[in-house]
Structures are given as structure tokens and as C-alpha cells.
């Protein structure tokens, strides 16, 4: 009888395993595990997509590589060895090098051993942050055709449309 226990117990262990690993690898957020010194350990397909590196190229790689500004990282580090978990909104590198808006929250853990990890959330709100910026250089172009009183004003008009071109990075 305890061996059958046993095998039902450890049968429903691994059909409970194979559902989470399902679960985080169809999941739409990216889901990333590495150490403090900045070891990815693992990510799930979707964050694989968002940055664009395969799990084989893992070890190679090194978090602070994903960062386009690094003071980014020295923040969540900061602030998960001070409290344990940070919310972030920034830019992270794609392996072929454009920037990716991204939005989430990575946590601390030990595990039994004591050995700290952390795991992160990942959304992209790429889209959301050009769609922001496309937003202010309408409402700043809006603001000076407004502000045209005489044709003298066409200039100043047709600087802040090229400057928000520039801002959008639109050649």
C-alpha cells in the first residue's frame, strides 16, 4: 500500500510539474530567473521572443547585457537586496540591438541552500510607450500651429514638427 501511495503521489507530482511548465511557457509575459551577479538561469518562450536570445545562448549571456542603461539595473539590484522586490518600467536591448520598452516587477528568493535568486516579470508595452511619445510631438505641434498668429510664425511651427520627427526618430 505505501509503495502505491508513494507512486501516486509522485505520479501527481510530475502531472503537477508538467501543467506549471505548460503554463509559464505558453504564458503572453515574460518570465526570466537569474542570480545577483546577473546569471540568467532561465526564461520562458515569450521572454526568449522579446529579447530575442535562445535558451542555448543563456550562459553566455550576462543580465547587465540587456540593459540599455545600466543604471536601470543598479536600481532593481538595489532595491531587491534593500526590500526584496522592485517595480520597473525602462528600456531593455534586443539581441539585434533596438530598444524594447518593458514593464514588470522581479522578486528575491532563497532557496534552501540560502543561495539568493531572482525572478522576473516581464510585459512589453513597446507599442503603449510609442504611441505616448507619437502623442506628445502631435499635442507640441498642436500647441504651435495654435500659437500662430502671422506668417512669420510658419518657421517655429516647422522646427517643432522636424524636431518631433527627430524625437520619433523618423528620417
Known amino acids: 500500500r ?4 508513494r507512486r501516486r503521489a509522485e505520479e501527481s507530482l510530475q502531472e503537477s510539474e508538467a501543467r506549471f ?8 509575459i515574460g518570465v526570466a530567473h537569474s542570480t545577483p551577479d546577473g546569471q540568467v538561469i532561465y526564461w520562458n518562450p515569450y521572454q526568449e521572443h522579446l529579447m530575442g536570445y535562445t ?10 547585457d540587456l540593459y540599455l542603461r545600466l543604471e536601470d539595473r543598479e536600481e532593481l539590484i538595489g532595491n531587491l537586496r534593500e526590500k526584496g522586490e522592485h517595480t520597473f518600467e525602462f528600456q531593455l536591448r534586443h539581441k539585434d540591438g533596438h530598444p524594447v520598452w518593458v514593464r514588470g516587477k522581479s522578486r528575491a528568493y532563497r532557496d534552501r541552500d540560502g543561495q539568493v535568486y531572482y525572478l522576473g516579470i516581464t510585459e512589453d508595452i513597446d507599442q503603449r510607450k510609442q504611441q505616448e511619445l507619437r502623442q506628445q510631438v502631435f499635442q507640441q505641434v498642436r500647441e504651435e500651429i495654435w500659437r500662430m498668429e502671422k506668417p512669420q510664425d510658419l518657421p517655429r511651427l516647422l522646427n517643432a514638427v522636424q524636431q518631433g520627427l527627430r524625437f520619433l526618430e523618423v528620417n
Open 2 to 5: 505505501e509503495v502505491a501511495e
Open 21 to 28: 511548465r505548460r503554463l509559464l511557457e505558453d504564458l503572453p
Open 55 to 64: 535558451l542555448r545562448e543563456l550562459p553566455q549571456l550576462r543580465a547587465q
